[in-house]
T-cell receptor, first 114, second 113 residues
Framework: EAQVTQNPRYLITVTGKKLTVTCSQN?????MSWYRQDPGLGLRQIYY???????DKGDVPEGYKVSRKEKRNFPLILESPSPNQTSLYFC?????????????FGDGTRLSIL | AQSVAQPEDQVNVAEGNPLTVKCTYS??????LFWYVQYPNRGLQFLLK??????LVKGSYGFEAEFNKSQTSFHLKKPSALVSDSALYFC???????????FGKGNQVVVIP
């Protein structure tokens, strides 16, 4: 089954404790992206990747890091999480450059930073 | 920078009645436009897109949307709403040649039996 898998689905942690949210897709997609969803703000793009070793900032990259060492994986790293990063996070992927292709989304990761 | 406006927080409609969810956008150049739907505790699912060509595009689950360049709008429509259409709907825009995707804040649709 074609899917985007995120782990963990839920995480409660404390300020300053490094964490990684993993994202993996099995569709051989080139384009991958991370979003955060906050009430009243919709989805905002954090980082995206056009292919292996190619990443770029979205609209809200501060406090986040990503890497794309393999085509299928695109982890989101919070080196020193803060309470304002409490949010619902989605990973997505699409074929080609992603410019005009629909994105496939994971089921989300709910992060709470205390 | 591109942006999307979904002016209504919630849309209530009786089952069987027409459903419209509004979206306007601001972008430099030609836009690629998308609609997604989100059910509780799930990721977004693609409904339809406008890239070029016919201004009326048809998508999944009986939904359609009309691209209006002069009004910079891309409203989502369904002729007869079902209770199962109750969900959160997002409009998104990506300018041609730009790899960043901008989403609206979403509209909660409630279909009343």
């Amino acid at each position: 089954e074609a899917q985007v898998t995120q782990n963990p689905r839920y995480l409660i942690t404390v300020t300053g404790k490094k964490l990684t949210v993993t994202c993996s897709q099995n569709m051989n997609h080139e384009y991958m992206s991370w979003y955060r969803q906050d009430p009243g703000l919709g989805l905002r793009q954090i980082y995206y990747s056009m292919n292996v070793e190619v990443t770029d900032k979205g609209d809200v990259p501060e406090g986040y890091k990503v890497s794309r060492k393999e085509k299928r994986n695109f982890p989101l790293i919070l080196e020193s999480p803060s309470p304002n990063q409490t949010s619902l996070y989605f990973c997505a992927s699409s074929t080609g450059t992603g410019t005009n292709q629909p994105q496939h989304f994971g089921d989300g990761t709910r992060l709470s930073i205390l | 920078a591109q942006s999307v406006a979904q002016p209504e927080d919630q849309v209530n409609v009786a089952e069987g009645n027409p459903l419209t969810v509004k979206c306007t956008y601001s972008v430099s150049g030609n836009p690629y436009l998308f609609w997604y739907v989100q059910y509780p505790n799930r990721g977004l699912q693609f409904l339809l897109k406008y890239i070029t060509g016919d201004n009326l595009v048809k998508g999944s689950y009986g939904f359609e949307a009309e691209f209006n360049k002069s009004q910079t709008s891309f409203h989502l429509k369904k002729p007869s709403a079902l209770v199962s259409d109750s969900a959160l709907y997002f409009c998104a825009v990506r300018p041609y040649g730009n790899n960043r995707l901008a989403f609206g804040k979403g509209n909660q649709v409630v279909v009343i039996p």
